[in-house]
């Protein structure tokens, strides 16, 4: 069954690989919990006892109440699939309300910190100092995810044009433009990496397309030396680069296109993030706020 919901996901729901992923494991949980701690092999045989039971299962496991949430999504999305293949309707995660969500504000890197984590002398001592600089480069450049990034391939740059052809979530696409930098160091990466021009630009052992963990190791471990924030994974470039454009006066509906983004709602994190950094610079440099 898991197979044919992870196939309903991709082919009919056309969401990404890396949400098909996440709710084929979520599914996978649940089974596990309803087999091992309720004694149920037939999911159609949960009830809103046992989701509410697994939901506090989670939470004692110390699971934060978004990735609870989505699983609760998972949860309905999965007893629709069931509904459409059996033609019998059982959804036991409908009204179950979802956890209090913490406020999350990841702070965006200040411009000093992106022009030392943007220094080759960073990577001097790299493996891979040229893919590894050219990697965090295209994250901030373009404001990124990181599937959207491992997904770029030497097909969707378009340097006549300028642009560059980026597929998101849910396989939407979107054309961004390129930045001079960013071209003259592609340029010159794919010159010193000796790349076919034919396949994916991050490469893993030569030929695979690179690992999602992987792309977090390397960028965790240059933001460990670039940076005090407390987040260091991949997401806080493309925290930066909207913070940033926000702050030189970007409109909110433009970055909004940028990221990707399906409604203006999701942006508009991003003026909280700024607001808060506006706060800081202003007790810091008034001369009252000393």
Known sequence: MLDSYRDYL???RRLSPATVTAYVKDVAQWTAFLEWEIGITDAQEATRGHVRNWVAHLVDCGVEHRSVNRKLST???FYRFLEQVTGVSHHPAVG??????KKRLVRALRREEMDVLLDPAMYADAEHPE???FLVLTLYAFGLRRAELIGLKHGDVSLSDGTL???GKRNKERILPILPIWAETYQNFCH???QRLDGPIFLHHGSESMPPRLVYTIVHAYLQRASNSESKSPHVLRHTFATHLLDMGADLSAIRSLLGHANLSATQIYTHASMEQLKRVYHQ???KGR
Do not use: M, T, Y
Request: hydrophobic share 40%; proline share 8%; no cysteine.
């Open 131 to 133: 893919r590894d600089r």
């Open 96 to 101: 179950i309300p979802a956890l209090k969500e």
């Open 75 to 77: 949860l309905r999305s």
């Open 165 to 167: 052809r980026v597929l």
């Open 285 to 287: 440099s008034h001369p």
């Open 10 to 12: 991709a082919l009919e």
């Open 192 to 194: 010193l990496e000796g």
